[in-house]
């Protein structure tokens, strides 16, 4: 079997179709004479399979399509391309082979100049960013020239340096000669970025001055603020950190002072009301509350430098004078006068008792008086013992003698000791 080309119809067709077209086709126009021997093949379809390589023997398949034809007298008209994209770029040589009903036909056809033009579709199709400076043509440039938009096309000028133009400056804007710089102090505030300006873009040694609320240990504001209340604790304090010359006058109130808190003063010099514990309702002078659970433990005690003690009150109320252990309400222990009432008068306590036939007559208080009854009959006495060393004066203003334990006669008085085992008269 033998084809016979066109190749001038096959061209001229080819051309006049890129021509025609304002958006290149993916197809290239075929056309051909399929024969057999002399003689045209039937008319009527046959199988086809049109190939493209890149050289006319061998070479690599770049491209292959299989369509059906129908001839008239042998020819056939085809779009190569309409059933597989020709997705290729005709900027080298290409050849076609052709096999109809499984007969290869060779020699394979060059593809002529009109196909080529096939490669203009990929000049619709420059992706962004693939023309590089190195695609572009320098012919007919000059230095210093670039591409520039004119009215006749694009073409190579030369950009004014001067005279073509002028440049003005604004805020904060230096142009001197060909140089545009920032004036001195010509970046103003309002030219900063909220923000712009960090810790690292200041020189060594600025500090920036905060503004606005402050926070955490402090209150108010920047760039004033203070300590706020309650946010300096014992745990910031360092020990002795804090003496008695950074301590205002008068700003210690009692109660800034622990009750549990112990005191170590030197000297305490008090103006007005002075109170240890809890003052009762009269609000004393000086009060000293003591505690009920040791009744024999101070409330008060003085001592002098070599520790003996001069005053010791206990918590019972027993008060010593020279003694820690007082076992009265006032008990006096002096190596020398233990009492001396250098003026004014010594009170006593008295008690009276009625006469009676049989009178107790107990040494409650220091005097003992026994009333008159108006009774004619002697009154026997009964005194029970004392606390050794207790002095008692007994005064009898009955009409009789008083008898018994003690005999006195009516309106007279004794003294007596109690030296145990018994009272010991003293006048």
Known sequence: MNRHRTP????????????????????????????????????????????????????NKVWEESQTIATKSGLFSTQLGAAVPLNI??????????????????????????????????????????????KLSSSGASDGQVLTNTPTGVAWRTPPTGGGGSLTPGDGIEIAGGTISIEKKGVVTSMIADGGVTQEKLAEGIIAIPRGEAGGELSGEYPNPTIADGAITTAKLAESAVSSTAIADGTIEGVDINPAASLLIGQLHVQGDMQVGTAPALGPRLSVQGSTANSGAAALAVANSAGTSLLYVRNDGNVGIGTNTPTASLDIASPGTALAITSGVAVVSTATIPASPNIVLTPSAMVLQVANDAIATPNNTILPAGVPGQLLIIVNDDAQPLTGAVAINPGQSRMYLFLPPAWRLIN
């Not at 890129?18 to 004479?33: D, E, H, K, R, W």
Request: aromatic share 8%.
């Open 89 to 134: 770029a005709a900027d080298k040589p290409l050849f076609l082979e052709i096999a109809i009903a499984d007969n290869t036909l060779q020699p394979r056809t060059p593809l002529a100049a009109a196909p080529y033009a096939f490669n203009a579709r990929f000049a619709n199709e420059v992706p962004d960013g693939s023309i590089t400076t190195a």
């Open 8 to 59: 001038l119809l096959l061209l001229a067709l080819v051309a006049t179709t890129v021509a025609a077209q304002a958006q290149i086709p993916p197809t290239i126009s075929y056309q051909g004479l399929v024969t057999n021997g002399a003689t045209p093949v039937a008319d009527g379809p046959h199988n086809a399979t049109f190939r493209l390589f890149d050289a006319a023997t061998g070479g």
